[in-house]
């Protein structure tokens, strides 16, 4: 024993010189490199570990059908079963074809991910070389895709055809070893169009595994902060690509939503709070009454607002989505109401109130009656977003510990958590089929960006990859 | 047989120095960077960071720290790294806290100093106008609120009562009043809690007998903080309501 704490001893001193650090250095890589299985094997185990803690919800969404012949599930967290998919690179004959063919490959992997019910599996553990094997069922070796763990096999390439790109993408169920038919119909697409084809296909991919087809193609509109302390709106695909600019002015913008072909802000340009819209290529001011003029949400001809009338008191009103003529006021009470949602199908409004003290949840007829309480626990809850089923309402809640995270809320007051211990939650949005929430996050302490949630909660994947400052995404309806 | 002796304890010593560097690496884990040391330094020079002008030479001071650990970290002393890691966030902290004490007095001899410089300055900002008055601003203190509060705090009082005795004796200048919140909670909300703030400053200020046809509110919620930074004195900074004075 002394002579081992001498052994130790000696190693202390030889490794407080800087100049062996190298060394050290050296051999620990060794270390690592013997060890590393058993070290990836203790992540996974951690991994699937985190994801079960951080799911807590009773959402009995049925999981997708698993494929038959085969048992092998991935599961992440309780009840959801993902399908394993091979992916591989999108096959490119000519050098003309090869941005597009990654761009094929690219959009295929990350919207398949985001899908939440498929397991793309890593190319990079394939044992054998797929970028050499054929398009068709004869040129198919699916024996090896089956040894990989693949239930599902994506087989893609592109081609050039005049100016356009011929994307042949198909599905083949590898224990039948033949294509699978979808409702998709691939044509020649210039460039522009390649990213709105693959999601096309992978909607279709998405309705032959679950009945239904997928949204993906769908988009987002949301506000940016720049560096100069403004905010622009921008809309982006719900993949978080395909980003576009609507605003280009000096000022701040804020609390974007879009329905039925236009998109409506609050805009600062002219120094109050105004309600401006977005239609048909121009920029017009809708409610410009001093003070606040905001949240506008949109159902069939009908557009909610929040307005101050002079600073006033913040109520809601349905205002004319044409002239901004008031047509109804909705509330009147001295506290703030704000953020009406649609139900969907326009028939009930839920909106935020601080007439209990802090901001509740609360719901009233698209007339403004019954009025009446929705959320009872916590002291600060807003952001509602209505289901488009109309069975729950998603909003944010601040916690005891002062965090901010997602929850939903049915009709009767019953309460479901989708985001836990993940940094701050905030401003949710369905999609419109209601398999998916957006919302922002600030975890990974690189400032407010989106994520994209299934709306049990139970996978989230990070949306924006670059910078940070996204606020109030809303799904474009 | 005498090599063998020889040989024996110094086989014995070299299987002794690999296991106690194994042992080594499991106890102490591999060398690597003091990336907590960086992490603190640099969050601490991040929270110092909007008050660097009136920081003074710590701030840069401690800034040049963290880079110089960055250069040792790459030369992969790590020891010198964090030590020097440390130096820089106890630097930034220290200079966080002098601004803190000389903020006010620092921030007006700042904007003194740039309209000495600059004297025909262009306009601030879009939002407030063209008969924004730049001048009387210098004059008038903010006042600062509670979290999710709509009273004045105490410690905004005096400064209430200044902007009260300012209101009258410049009769004939109009005021906007603009309500701000912290970043926490909804846009929207804090929209409306900025207008509430602004309006129960201008609802004190007609009870004292200012005209409330000179006084006019404006909103940003959390739109245009002061401070940039997610600490709790950020926070208080943000929540605010400014005398805005108007030719």
Known sequence: MHVLLQGVFMMMQIFSNSRVSSLLVAICLLAAGVFSSSLVLAQDQTKSSANQTSVNNGFTEPAPPPASGIEIDVRVGARRVLLPLAVPDTQSAAE????????VQETLRRTLDFAGYFKVLPTDGFFFDPSTEGMSPADINFQNWFNVGAQGLIKSSVRKQGDQFLLDLRLYAVDKGQPVTLKY????????????????????????????R???GSRIVYAQRDSNGLKQIFSMNMDGTNRSQITKNRAINILPSASGGAVFYTSYQDGNPDLWVYRDGKHSKLSSRRGQNSGAAGCKDKLAVTLSMGGENA??????????????RLTDHWAIDTSPRWSPDCSQIAFVSGRSGGPQIYVMSAEGADQRRLTHQGSYN??????????????????????????????????ERLTQDQGNNEEPTFSPDGRYVIFTSDRGGKGKRLWLMTSDGEIQKLLTTDGAGFTEPSWIH | MKYNINAGPHRNNLVLLMSSLLILVFMAGCPKAPQKALDDAERALLDAQDKSDCAGEKYRAAEKLLEEARVLVEKKDYDGAERKARAAEKLALEAREYADLNWEDCQRRLELARQAQNPKPAPVEESTGSDYDEEEQLRLSTLYFGYDS????????NALEENVRWLRTNKDKPVVLEGHTDERGTAEYNLSLGEKRARGVRQYLIQLGIDGDRLSILSYGEEKPAAYGQTESDFSRNRRVEFIPQK
């Open chain 1, 96 to 103: 003309d074809t090869k941005k597009v063919a990654t761009q």
């Open chain 1, 185 to 212: 119909t691939g044509k020649p697409v210039a460039s522009a169009g390649v990213d709105a084809q693959v999601n096309d296909f992978v909607n279709a991919v998405i309705e032959h595994y679950t009945g239904q």
């Open chain 1, 214 to 216: 997928g949204v993906f």
């Open chain 1, 315 to 328: 109520d809601i009103y349905l205002i004319d989505a044409k002239d901004g003529k008031i047509e109804r």
């Open chain 1, 382 to 415: 807003s952001n509602p977003s209505w289901s488009p089923k109309g069975d729950v309402i998603a909003f944010s809640a601040r916690d005891q510990f002062n965090h901010f995270d997602i929850f939903t809320v049915d009709l009767q007051g019953n309460i």
């Open chain 2, 150 to 157: 709509s009273e004045v705090a105490s410690d905004s009082r």
